[in-house]
């Protein structure tokens, strides 16, 4: 008897450093597939695969030009950044169902009203012309509300909203900040 039970502990004691042995192996395998994991996000987020993260906005040399955008406006209209006007551009990304964007209008849009040198663009996920053009014509903005394909939203690399970026009169970016009153736009919009 004392042999069967001795054979049942050794069977066990096997059987547990197998599933240890296992564990131990899933858990290397498991470590060195995070490290590739990593080693392709890094190659990804190099300079020359996404300039928007390498962006340094106290750089007194010429900044990186700003992805396209594709956006409708209230008319249904598709365009990009070419066809917005030459002075420099504030471009506000917002999400349909964002309370902070929703706060941050009224005082986006007496930004707009003050600061006519500016061209103010809210480009909005989520959302469809029919809803911007009744916000518009309900709210009457001194910004244009567009509707903005997730692509767009890619490219900028926008992980929260609402993101503002500013453009010069070439289209590249000076400045990307998350602001939400008309205040912190002067601060950080004016100064440059």
């Known amino acids: 008897m004392i042999k069967n039970k001795n054979k049942g502990i050794y069977g066990i004691s096997i059987a547990f450093t197998i599933v240890i042995i296992l564990s131990i192996y899933t858990i290397v395998d498991l470590s ?9 996000l890094h190659k990804l987020s190099t300079k020359e695969h996404n300039p928007i993260d390498h962006l340094d906005t106290n750089s007194q040399e010429p900044q990186i030009p700003a992805p396209e955008i594709k956006a409708k406006d209230k008319n249904g209209n598709t365009f990009g950044l070419a066809q917005l006007s030459k002075k420099k551009k504030i471009l506000v990304f ?18 707009a009203k003050a600061y006519g040198a500016f061209e103010v663009i809210v480009v909005k996920a989520n959302t469809t012309v029919q809803d911007i053009k009744k916000t ?57």
């Open 136 to 192: 518009q014509e309900d709210k009457n903005y001194h910004f244009t509300l567009t509707s903005g394909d997730l692509q767009t939203f890619a490219e900028y690399q926008i992980d929260s909203t609402p993101t503002t970026f500013l453009l010069d009169e070439h289209n590249h970016i000076i400045q990307i900040a998350e602001v939400s009153t008309k205040r912190g736009m002067e601060e950080m919009f004016l100064t440059i």
């Open 94 to 111: 917002a999400e349909n169902s964002c309370e902070h964007c929703e706060a941050f209008y009224p005082e986006l849009d007496a930004f």
């Open 32 to 40: 060195l597939s995070l490290k590739d994991t990593k080693a392709q």
